[in-house]
């Protein structure tokens, strides 16, 4: 497709297990970019993948939570072990050099 | 100090009326400057980008950048009540990270 497809759309876990998020960026997009954006509240940086390596990894909040991406194509973003604190919508976006970012519909996940 | 500063609102404005939209920023060295827009459960959707200075215009909406006063802003002309959403505005140097502002929440009355 065109656009950066994300999956699922939704998930509802119970606290304690573990979840892969999924993000299938625009073609030819080097970076990669995931954020979490909880219920009306702005974006929250998370990761930054620049083909397969991540030279910003500043804003995991903890090592329950991990990524990684296929040289420059799909990527998944784990948590392990969810807390209800976990429960937001997790985006995805892509980009080329310019960092002029293009956004997937997100993952909401809620942990239950 | 933040690096980008938005005003959350919300801004409440009638069909027809002229918005404006503005961030301000600190970092000099930002050349990429962004409008997105999100409406309520979706993704943040790309509206505008503007490269260095100057005015660009899209339909109803233009962007401004003054990189002298470190302020952009996005105007609305006619707003719509399906122009109801949230504005982030974004900004980056090629090779940075892109900073988001916090978003304006808008409302357009019919």
């Known amino acids: 497709g065109a656009g950066v497809s994300q999956s699922p759309s939704n998930k509802v876990t119970e606290k304690g297990k573990d979840v892969e998020l999924r993000c299938d960026p625009i073609?030819?997009?080097?970076?990669l970019y995931w954020y979490r954006q909880r219920l009306g509240q702005g974006l929250e940086f998370l990761i930054y993948f620049q083909g397969n390596s991540a030279p910003d990894k500043s804003g995991l909040p903890s090592d329950r939570f991990s990524a990684e991406r296929t040289g420059e194509s799909v990527s998944t973003l784990t948590i392990q072990r969810t807390q209800q604190e976990d429960s937001a919508v997790y985006l995805c976006?892509?980009?080329?050099?310019?960092?002029?970012?293009?956004f997937g519909a997100g993952t909401r996940l809620s942990v239950l | 100090q933040k690096e980008v500063e938005q005003d959350p609102g919300p801004l409440s404005v009638p069909e027809g009326a002229i918005v404006s939209l503005n961030c301000t920023y600190s970092?000099?060295?930002?050349?990429?400057f962004m409008w997105y827009r999100q409406y309520s459960r979706k993704g943040p959707e790309l509206l505008m980008y503007?490269?260095?200075?100057g005015n660009k215009e899209d339909g109803r909406f233009t962007a401004q950048v003054d990189k002298s006063s470190k302020y952009i802003s996005l105007f609305i002309r006619d707003s719509q009540p399906s122009d109801s959403a949230t504005y982030l505005c974004a900004m980056s140097e090629a090779g940075f990270k892109t900073i988001f502002g916090a978003g304006t929440r808008l409302f357009v009355k019919a």
């Open positions: 073609s030819g997009h080097t970076a």
């Open positions: 976006a892509s980009s080329t050099w310019s960092n002029i970012q293009y």
């Open positions: 503007t490269y260095s200075s």
């Open positions: 970092n000099s060295a930002f050349q990429y």
